[in-house]
Nanobody
Framework: QVQLVESGGGLVQAGGSLRLSCAAS????????MGWFRQAPGKEREFVAR????????GYADSVKGRFTISRDNAKNTMNLQMNSLKPEDTAVYYC???????????????WGLGTQVTVSS
């Protein structure tokens, strides 16, 4: 069983930056793929970024490519999402997720955090 806790959300102006963190416990962190997803009010949960167990592979949604950077520290059991050049349309609850599959589909992830709110004002 893996427990995930997100932190780092908040309110920021358009063009600003935030750094989200996800702390994991209860499993073998270095053996699991990780991802970030987000959900805006009235919308479905959508893929943001993913990272392979070793960190060698990363992937991004087209909407965030070039602005967001996903990383992980297997020694500290943490994953981060550096978000730059934020836009109002990035406003959502951001969730970290863990699973065996390096996937863009939320259905492939077994463990989820409770989420952290990111609000970008125009």
């Amino acid at each position: 069983q893996v427990q995930l806790v997100e932190s780092g959300g908040g309110l920021v102006q358009a063009g600003g930056s935030l750094r989200l963190s996800c702390a994991a416990s209860g499993g073998t962190f270095s053996s699991i793929a990780m991802g970030w997803f987000r959900q805006a009010p009235g919308k479905e949960r959508e893929f943001v970024a993913r990272i392979s167990p070793s960190g060698a592979l990363t992937g991004y949604a087209d909407s965030v490519k070039g602005r967001f950077t996903i990383s992980r520290d297997n020694a500290k059991n943490t994953m981060n999402l550096q978000m730059n050049s934020l836009k109002p349309e990035d406003t959502a609850v951001y969730y970290c997720a863990a699973g065996l599959a390096y996937s863009t589909s939320p259905d492939r992830y077994d463990y989820w955090g409770l989420g952290t709110q990111v609000t970008v004002s125009s």
